[in-house]
C-alpha cells in the first residue's frame, strides 16, 4: 500500500529548516566506538595525530582498566585443574595487592588521559573560534577594500574603535606618538 | 477432492526454542489456542524451552515425540537450523513451514560467533529444506520473496503473526507513567521510544544518533527509551553505552528485560516510535505502537513497509538530523501526526486477531482438503 502523506515534501521542508537554522549535525561515528572483546596491541608509530585512535583506546581503557583478580580455570584434565586451582589459592595473598596497584595506577593512567583529551577538544574549539573570527576580519577587509578605502587606516579604526575619519585619524595619531618617546607607534606586533 | 474431517487432523506445531515473550513462542501458543477452539487436536514440540513455560502446554522432543499419522499435519516454525528437524523428515504426514526469516549472519560477525555460526547454519537449512514441504506460511510479503529466490516452488500464502490485541489492553505499570510521561510534549521533554531485543542488525547505534541531534537541535529534554532485553557484558549492548557516553547525550533509558505491564507503560508514554532495523520479518512492535496510537519513522528495510502498509513514516534514507527534525516535526505538528494516525488505523484493521485467525484456519482448512 502506497503511503497517503507526502514524506518527500516533508523532508524538503525540513531540509529548508535545518540549512536556515545552520542546525549542528556533528556526531562521533559509531565506528570509532571499540569492541569490548578486541585484544589491543601496540600500532605503528606514525607520529600524526588521530582522534579516532585516541578515542577508541581511552574508551576501551576506561572500559578495562579493572584488571579482573580472579580468572575461570578452563576445564580439562581434573588433576591439572585441581592443581592450578590450588595454586591460585595459594598465591591470591601475593597476587592480590599487585593486581589493586596496577588497577590504581590503570585508574590514574584514564583520568589523566581523559584530562589530556578534554584539553585537546578545548584547544580545537578555540582555534576554530579563532579562525572563524579570522574569517570574518578577512572578509571585513576585503569588503573595504572593494569599497575603496584604504585597509591600514581602515584596520587602525577598527582595531582601535577610533570612528573619526581619515585626516583626523592620522593627526590623532601623530599626536598619540608624539606624546610617548617620539618614535612611530607601532600598529601590529 | 477429498474433504478431511477436521476432527480426524491432528496439527503438531514444531520449533527448536520456545521463550517467554519471544514472537515465535507467542504466535505458537496463539495458533494452539485457535486450532483448539476450532476442534483441532493439536500439540507443541520444542527442545530449548524456558521454564516459565507449562509442561502440559509444551512438550520436551527430547522426551519423545510420537509418529504422526498419514493426514496429520506438522506445522514447522522454520527460524533457525535445528538438530531435531530430521524427525519432521522422516514423519510420513503432511509438513507445513511457518517461514519467520532468518537474520542474516553478517550482523552478528564482529559480535558473536555463535550466533553468526546459528544464522549461517540457519539460513544453509532453510534453502536445504525447499522440497520437504508441502505447503508454506510466510509471516510477510518480504518473507515469502526469499522463500521464492530459495528455490521453494510449493504454494506460499502470506499469513501475518497472530497478535491478540486484547492483551494490550491489561493494565499499564502505573510507576513508569508517572515517572516519564510528558505533559506537553510539543513544548518540551518529549519521548522518544523503540521497542526490541538489543541486537545489531536493529541499528540502535543509527536511533541513538537521530535522537542525540533531536535533542541537541530540537528539544533539550526529550527522552529516549529503548525498551529491550540486553547481556550486561553483551559487546554490542557495551558498545551502544559507550556510544551514548561518547556523545554526551542525555536520557537514553535502556530498559532490559521488564515485565508486559512496564512494556504496555513505555508504549503508552512514547510521543513517537522510531525504527531504524536494517532486517525484520515482521516486526510487532510496529503494529502494538499502531495499536497504543504512536505514530511511527522506520527505515524502509526487510519487512517493515509490508507491516507499515502505507501508515506511518517510511524512511528511504538514513540521515541522522533529517531523522530528527522529522521526530520534531511528527511531535509538533498535529494535522500530520493526525494524518500518520489515520493511515496506521487503517493498517491496523489488517492485524485484527479474528481477521488473522479466520485466514489461517482458511489456509489450514484449504490445505487439508487438497490430495496428499
Redesign the interface.
Given at each position: 500500500m502506497a503511503q497517503t502523506i507526502d514524506v518527500e515534501k516533508i523532508m524538503d521542508e525540513i531540509r529548508a529548516d535545518i540549512e536556515r537554522r545552520e542546525l549542528d549535525d556533528t556526531l562521533v561515528p559509531f565506528d570509532e566506538i571499540p569492541f569490548s572483546n578486541e585484544i589491543m596491541t601496540v600500532l605503528p608509530d606514525s607520529h600524526e595525530y588521530s582522534r579516532k585512535e585516541l578515542r577508541r583506546n581511552l574508551l576501551y581503557a576506561a572500559d578495562h582498566y579493572k584488571v579482573p583478580l580472579d580468572r575461570v580455570i578452563e576445564a580439562g584434565n581434573t588433576g591439572a585443574m585441581t592443581v592450578k586451582k590450588a595454586v591460585r589459592k595459594f598465591t591470591r595473598f601475593y597476587i592480590k595487592p599487585v593486581v589493586e596497584d596496577q588497577n590504581s595506577v590503570n585508574a590514574a593512567l584514564v583520568n589523566a588521559l581523559r584530562q589530556e583529551r578534554n584539553y585537546i577538544q578545548a584547544q580545537e574549539q578555540a582555534v576554530r573560534e579563532l579562525k572563524e573570527r579570522l574569517a570574518a576580519l578577512e572578509a571585513e577587509i576585503e569588503k573595504l577594500k572593494k569599497a575603496g578605502r584604504p585597509e591600514t587606516e581602515s584596520a587602525v579604526s577598527s582595531h582601535e574603535g577610533d570612528p573619526r575619519g581619515t585626516e583626523e585619524k592620522s593627526s590623532w595619531y601623530l599626536k598619540k606618538a608624539d606624546k610617548s618617546t617620539g618614535t612611530k607607534p607601532r600598529y601590529f606586533k | 477432492m477429498p474433504e478431511i474431517e477436521v476432527e480426524r487432523v491432528k496439527v503438531i506445531q514444531m520449533l527448536p526454542t520456545f521463550m517467554f515473550g519471544d514472537a515465535i513462542g507467542n504466535e505458537a501458543l496463539e495458533i494452539d489456542r485457535i486450532l483448539k477452539d476450532a476442534g483441532y487436536e493439536t500439540t507443541i514440540y520444542a527442545e530449548n524451552i524456558s521454564d516459565s513455560i507449562p509442561k502440559n502446554i509444551v512438550h520436551d522432543i527430547r522426551q519423545g515425540f510420537e509418529e504422526p499419522d498419514r493426514d496429520d499435519v506438522i506445522l514447522y516454525h522454520m527460524s533457525i537450523a535445528w538438530a531435531y528437524f530430521p524427525c519432521i523428515q522422516r514423519a510420513q504426514c503432511r509438513k507445513i513451514a511457518l517461514y519467520h526469516n532468518v537474520t542474516p549472519a553478517s550482523f552478528f560477525k564482529?559480535?558473536h560467533k555463535d550466533f553468526y555460526d546459528g544464522c549461517m547454519s540457519g539460513l544453509n537449512e532453510v534453502k536445504r529444506l525447499k522440497n520437504e514441504f508441502d505447503y508454506c506460511l510466510a509471516d510477510s510479503e518480504f518473507n515469502r520473496q526469499d522463500l521464492i529466490s530459495y528455490g521453494y516452488s510449493c504454494p506460499i500464502d502470506v499469513l501475518p503473526l497472530i497478535i491478540p490485541f486484547e492483551d494490550y489492553r491489561k493494565k499499564p505499570d502505573s510507576r513508569v507513567i508517572r515517572k516519564y510521561s510528558s505533559p506537553n510534549p510539543c513544548a518540551k521533554g518529549s519521548n522518544v521510544a523503540f521497542v526490541g531485543r538489543i541486537v545489531p542488525n536493529k541499528k540502535f547505534?543509527d536511533i541513538i544518533?537521530a535522537f542525540?541531534?533531536y535533542q541537541?537541535?530540537y528539544d533539550q529534554d526529550a527522552k529516549l527509551f529503548l525498551v529491550g532485553n540486553y547481556g550486561k557484558?553483551d559487546?554490542y549492548y557495551?558498545?551502544l553505552r559507550?556510544?551514548v557516553q561518547?556523545?554526551g547525550v542525555k536520557n537514553v533509558f535502556f530498559t532490559g528485560h521488564i515485565s508486559f505491564a512496564e512494556i504496555l507503560a513505555y508504549y503508552r508514554i512514547a510521543d513517537v516510535f522510531v525504527c531504524m532495523s536494517e532486517h525484520e520479518g515482521f516486526c510487532v512492535p510496529i503494529v502494538e505502537s499502531m495499536l497504543f496510537k504512536t505514530p511511527i519513522i522506520a527505515f524502509d528495510a526487510g519487512a517493515v513497509a509490508d507491516t507499515l502498509?502505507?501508515g506511518g513514516?517510511?524512511?528511504k534514507e538514513k540521515d541522522?538530523?533529517?531523522t530528527a527534525?522529522?521526530i520534531d516535526?511528527v511531535v509538533r505538528d498535529g494535522e500530520?501526526r493526525e494524518?500518520?494516525l489515520k493511515?496506521q488505523r487503517r493498517?491496523l484493521s489488517r492485524f485484527r486477531f479474528e481477521r488473522i485467525r479466520d485466514l489461517f484456519l482458511r489456509y489450514l482448512s484449504a490445505f487439508c482438503g487438497r490430495e496428499g
Open positions: - | 564482529e559480535y547505534e544518533a542525540t541531534l541537541r537541535n557484558d559487546v557495551r558498545r559507550d556510544y561518547e556523545l502498509g502505507g513514516i517510511l524512511l541522522p538530523l533529517l527534525g522529522l516535526r500530520l494524518e500518520i493511515g493498517q
